[in-house]
């Protein structure tokens, strides 16, 4: 079978090239998925007979149509402070201009009446400096898991016709030929003139073989590692209400690492995450006034990056999440106060805590797994966020580990986010470029254009 394009993956990258393709263009495309449909997508965790996650073979949270974004909170910031480094690819106006330009679709896809939350102007700001703590500039569309989903819904309808979609259909490899490139699954092989790979951070592993087996250059990424916390919602009203999702940075004392706030839920639920069979730990909420909770969730996470002689962060960062996966069969959760006075939270300290955890994760204790440096960075942090939030150090704040973000392998890619082969395009998170649903999203539009020549 033979394409004009083939896009590997149905993430959000996936998914806005797509989008630009069909809308701008007659070319045959035909989009491959590891996963399901959005509608088959779903995680057996109920809490009730399935209460953590039994690693299915695809991962119905990070695969299948909507990619990682699927269930995710929606958040699409606006911003080229954070969620990757599209920006020194193509500038920083061309990533904005593209950034609103896929916020207007998902305006006019479902996401019509939602917020739009800006740092601009925001009085918060002073009082982040004044208590030795940063805060990123940024607006942020906040869709909300619910609305988020029928954005998708709504992209899919309208593309099912114009776009060949192969779900449950992973690409095994990817050939350069002399007339375009050769994608193999096992369910046949295909061939096309252009090549979009967009296959996020569960394609990983595949993109890394790629580009051994292609021998495109990539260079070591970091990795991020902390835990999620998650506090009664008024304690941080005043900053969410106004700001929504706050990325705020603060630089420890003692080692002047920096440590930053990261995904930010009001009212939101802590879940699980699966990424090649390891669980990990994120958040998300939803729009809907009936499905929020009481609490809020964020990150604190630690940068490290590893470059000489020990090159892979990821590995570490894995290591880490094992352990934690080997002491506690998943993920690990732990009240700030048990943490300070050096013991484990058991199930009868939780049952007494004020704060309700929103993810039954196992009790225990998060100083033997997370490296000393790391710990103490994020200890800190609590206290500064608890001068501009106080309450926030209060002994029932609750801790899950861990919380890892993997940033793929950067891939060597030229301004038009293209490899050393001419029609070979990588984008979104599976380029290491990015990050995040805007920047991914925004990645998959750009490389649309240049296919068609706009
Ligand atoms: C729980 C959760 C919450 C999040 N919340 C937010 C948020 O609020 N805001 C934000 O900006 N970001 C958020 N993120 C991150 C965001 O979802 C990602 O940055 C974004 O989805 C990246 O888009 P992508 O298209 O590059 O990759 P992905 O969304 O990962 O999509 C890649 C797709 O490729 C498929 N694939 C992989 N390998 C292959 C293969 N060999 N063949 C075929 N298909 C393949 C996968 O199945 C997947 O569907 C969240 C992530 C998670 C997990």
New binding site residues.
Partial sequence: MKYDVII???????IFSAYELAKKSDLKVAV????TTLEKRHCPIDGKKVKSCIKCKSCS????FG???A???????ITNDF?GTLHEYIGREKAIELMNYVDEINMTHGGEGTSMYSTAGSGFKKLCMQNKLTLLDASVRHLGTDKNYVVLENLYNELKDKVEFHFT???ISLKKKDDGYEVVTDKGTYSCDKCIV??????SK?MESVCEEMDIPTKSNRVDIGVRVEIPAPIFSHITDELYESKIVYRTEKYEDLVRTF?MNPHGLV?N?NTNGIITV?G?SFEDDNLKTDNTNFALLVAKHFSEPFKDSNGYGESIVRLSNMLGGGVIIQRFGDLERGRRSTQKRLDENTVRPTLAATPGDLSLVLPKRILDGIVEMIYALDKIAPGMANDDTLLYGVEVKFYNMEVELDSNLETKYKGLYV????SGV?????H?SASGVYVADKIIGE
Avoid: Q
Avoid at 8 to 14: D, R
């Fill in positions: 590997i993956g149905a993430g959000p990258g996936g491959f998925e590891a996963g949270i990070m695969n299948g990619g990682a974004g269930f995710s909170d929606g958040k699409y910031n969620g259909e992973p690409v967009s296959v996020g951070r569960s394609g595949w995904c879940v995450e994120n998300h984008i979104g998170d599976g990015t990050h995040s649903l805007s991914a």
